[in-house]
């Protein structure tokens, strides 16, 4: 048996971390648009969330935050120059792309790329193919900087192959690891991959909320990553569930090696029963209702192995306070039938009230020891990297932004100050402009 181990990276929170209700069809993200954020505590947040995994002997890794704003998009956009200047023709003519070119929303690495590990793959390679984010503007402008950090950090050909996102149009619509599940006896061993997609392309627009996947999107991914037929599914997201706001199959469901907890309302079509002794932990609509679980994040918890044959829940707070949920985990850990026996709660405030949980900010890649040594840069924590990282973000971070800050030049430069001295210490090389 091939021994590997699932490294969670987790997307840094940028000090442009803001709510702006951008995207549509998120709940959270349009309920706290125009409130003021704070991006100290959003960072420090994300930082305290690794640090737990790591305390639970996880190996945590770290994706650092994309140059906001952005200068090439600023650019293409007619505001060219230096930044603190082009920032401030923008806030005169256009004030309304502030927001886009701020968004601190790669810090959901969930949506980076989507990762198939080397047990896997056709070539014995670890595959990662960078999401397009095509349904949210100021999303698919993370794609092309994520490509490149994703380069950085997996740049042995030997072990690792990143592919460009998809075809940038909505047939094509991906969203990466959100919706994409493993399911396998342990991280090491051969998996059944499932891709959740929202609509077939040429599907008619439905009347609710965006379907951000696609099924063409998710079947070519599994094909540049070279799984075995009869190892992929490629599984229906109810409309239902989408429309109340579960914009990603990440809100409604979530897998660990053989566990798959989902809500029963997650999905049109699931061939569960040709998966072999996997242990499904269906969540009934009468004990936790879409809304709740939409609300709470329960599903969008981590589910992680912590010793062999044992497993537990990273939820956010919002699960413990709502009586439905924490009446369900309550349920599950006194299950005996299944491996989940604890539950450790996290205060991820900052990031919920943009819709992303514990989950969201994560991007799983099960690798083996070698595969690991391969690595490139510094971005596996340790508890030097952590202290550092904090007092990185003690010394940039603001401890409240307003929209009205996006118009202030010198929130730019702050920015970029941040990023140039980060890229430092996580040895990524020349900090991008
Ligand atoms: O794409 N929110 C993100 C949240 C992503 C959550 N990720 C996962 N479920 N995996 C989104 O909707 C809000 C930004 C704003 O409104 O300012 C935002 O982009």
Redesign the pocket.
């Known amino acids: 048996m091939t021994r590997a181990r699932e490294t969670n990276f987790d997307g840094l929170v940028g000090p442009t971390h803001?709510?702006?209700?951008?995207?549509f069809g998120?709940l959270a993200?349009g309920r706290h648009?125009g409130l003021p954020s704070s991006p100290r505590a959003a960072a420090l947040q994300g930082i305290a969330k690794m640090r737990l995994l790591s305390t639970l002997d996880i190996p945590q890794a770290v994706l650092p935050p994309q140059p906001r704003p952005y200068g090439p998009v600023l650019a293409s956009l007619g505001f060219e120059g230096p930044l603190p200047d082009a920032v401030k023709r923008m806030a005169a003519d256009a004030p309304e792309l502030l927001?886009l070119v701020y968004?601190a929303?790669a810090m959901?690495a969930?949506?980076a790329a989507t990762v198939s590990p080397s047990a896997d793959t056709g070539d014995g390679r670890v595959h990662l193919s960078v999401a397009n984010l095509v349904s949210?503007t100021?999303?698919s402008i993370e794609a092309s900087r994520t490509a490149a950090v994703l380069r950085t950090v997996f740049a042995d050909r030997r072990y690792f192959a990143v592919h460009d996102p998809l075809p940038a149009t909505p047939a094509f619509g991906d969203e990466g690891a959100?919706n994409h599940m493993r399911l396998t006896a342990a991280h090491g061993e051969p998996g059944t991959e499932v891709f959740v997609y929202g609509s077939t392309a040429g599907s008619v627009a439905p009347a609710g909320f965006p379907r951000r996947q696609t099924l063409l999107a998710s079947q070519a991914v599994a094909r540049r990553h070279q799984l075995r037929p009869g190892r992929v599914r490629f599984w229906h997201q109810q409309g239902a569930s989408v429309d109340a706001g579960a914009?990603?199959n990440?809100?409604v469901a979530v897998a660990n090696e053989n566990v798959l907890l989902y809500h029963a309302e997650a999905f049109a079509t699931a061939d569960l029963a040709t998966l072999d002794d996997i242990v499904a932990i269906g969540v009934d609509g009468a004990r936790v209702s879409l809304a709740d679980a939409v609300q709470s994040y329960l599903f969008?918890s981590q589910l992680v192995t912590v010793a062999e044959g044992s497993m537990a829940i990273i939820a956010p707070v919002e699960v413990r306070e709502n009586d439905a949920t924490r009446r369900e985990v309550d349920r599950i850990l006194a299950d005996r039938s299944n491996p989940i026996d604890a539950v450790h709660f996290v205060d991820l405030r900052q990031s919920m009230s943009?819709?992303?949980g514990p989950?969201?900010l994560r991007l799983r890649v099960a690798m083996t020891d070698d595969e690991m040594a391969a690595l490139g840069g510094r971005v596996v924590l340790d508890s030097s990297l952590f202290d550092e990282l904090e007092r990185w973000v003690q010394r940039h971070y603001r401890t409240e932004l307003t929209l009205e800050d996006l118009t202030d030049p010198q929130l730019a430069l702050e920015s970029h100050a941040a990023l140039a001295e980060l890229y430092g210490l996580l040895e990524l090389g020349e900090a991008p402009a």
Do not use: E
Request: net charge positive; hydrophobic share 30%.
């Open positions: 803001n709510y702006a209700g951008l995207s998120n993200s648009r927001a968004s929303s959901w969930a949506n949210n100021h999303r959100a914009f990603h990440d809100v969008n943009n819709g992303g989950a969201c």
